[in-house]
Nanobody, 130 residues
Framework: QVQLVESGGGLVQAGDSLRLSCAAS????????MGWFRQAPGKEREFVSA??????????VDSVKGRFTISKPRGSAKSPMTLQMNSLKPEDSALYYC?????????????????????WGQGTQVTVSS
């Protein structure tokens, strides 16, 4: 079992930056694809960004491209993952979740669907005021 804990959320103004982190613990043998999702009140959980287990390929939802950067050192889920969020907008306000899923070493694509992930954190709140 893998436990994920997010941190770094907060209340900021539009145009500001935040850096989210995801720390993993527990049984983390093998390699893991990891990602970030978010959910605003009254909306469905939305994919934000993901990285393959090797740290060589990433994916982003169109609305954050050029503003958000995912980072994950190559290797196990215990390697901390971060999401640098710049030029934040009010529409970025949501509860941000970290997710992880064990993958075969031959699988090098980022996972962009919530259903593909086995482990989830409790979330960290990001609120952007206008």
């Amino acid at each position: 079992q893998v436990q994920l804990v997010e941190s770094g959320g907060g209340l900021v103004q539009a145009g500001d930056s935040l850096r989210l982190s995801c720390a993993a613990s527990g049984r983390t043998l093998g390699v893991y694809a990891m990602g970030w999702f978010r959910q605003a009140p009254g909306k469905e959980r939305e994919f934000v960004s993901a990285m393959n287990w090797a740290g060589t390929k990433s994916a982003y939802v169109d609305s954050v491209k050029g503003r958000f950067t995912i980072s994950k050192p190559r290797g196990s889920a215990k390697s901390p993952m971060t999401l640098q969020m710049n030029s934040l907008k009010p529409e970025d306000s949501a509860l941000y979740y970290c997710a992880a899923s064990p993958v075969p070493t031959g699988f090098l694509e980022p996972r962009t669907s919530a259903s593909q992930y086995d482990f989830w954190g409790q979330g960290t709140q990001v609120t952007v005021s206008s």
